[in-house]
């Protein structure tokens, strides 16, 4: 029977003045599926040295794909919290042979890249499923200096065409803010409201003092979690 929850993306290590810690969507979302009593499943892809039974992904079942490097991420903020972020390490790309096919009819697929590791061809792999989508490593680039920078998402329109639910951030949705175009919306204004073909919602949190929004929107108009 396939779980009720599958994240796909990198298990990730963030470095701390105390070692590594482990992050990444696929990490993060998965333990919170989990400690909200749904059966979870995460595809990833680590590196040998990384820690398989770390007990904070106890009960949570993990297909994991072998690589040379683990994706590590080192987070710095300056004085007004703005992040400046290096990759340290990469690991291996997650592509549609990686997913068993028993894991093909979850209930919600949830496309976490973190890295550009997510094939965009593996969402044709859900058929019948809330695919739900976190866009913000397939809108990273680096080069030899290994510092990260934001990037054009050019594959969002065929990711789109088979997401139910996309989640961006107020840097997600700056930096791409002309992508915004091929989404199937009357009106992409930052407020909550209802639109043509979707539904975008607006929550604005303080995390460390500093004012930050995430937009949810609901791309199919057959998806009734948003109350007007």
């Not at 028993?102 to 058929?127: H, M, S």
Request: glycine share 6%; aromatic share 8%.
């Amino acid at each position: 029977m396939p779980p009720a929850f599958l994240a796909i993306g990198h298990f990730c290590q963030d470095v701390t003045p105390n070692g590594y810690t482990i992050g990444g969507g696929a990490a993060y979302s998965t333990v919170t599926a989990r400690n909200l009593g749904l059966g979870t499943h995460a595809v990833t892809s680590v590196a040998e040295d990384f820690n398989r039974k770390n007990p904070v992904l106890d009960r949570i079942n993990v297909t994991y794909h072998d690589s040379i490097e683990t994706t590590i991420f080192d987070n710095q903020y300056d004085q007004y919290g703005k992040r400046h972020q290096k990759i340290l390490g990469i690991g291996d790309k997650l592509q549609p042979s990686h997913i068993p096919i028993e894991l093909q009819n979850t209930g919600i697929v949830y496309l976490c890249p973190i890295a550009d590791e997510v094939d965009p061809e593996l969402v044709r792999c859900f058929k019948h499923c809330l695919i739900g989508v976190t866009p913000q490593g397939w809108m990273r680039q680096w080069g030899s200096s290994r510092q990260v920078r934001p990037k054009r998402w050019d594959t969002a329109e065929k990711i789109l065409s088979h997401t139910d639910i996309l989640v961006l951030s107020d840097e997600d949705f700056l930096n791409n803010f002309p992508f915004l175009s091929i989404i199937p919306c009357s009106n992409a204004g930052i407020s909550s409201q209802s639109v043509t073909n979707c539904e975008i919602i607006l929550y604005v949190t303080n995390v460390s003092n500093a004012r930050e929004a995430i937009y949810l929107i609901f791309l199919k108009s057959s998806i009734t979690l948003l109350s007007n």
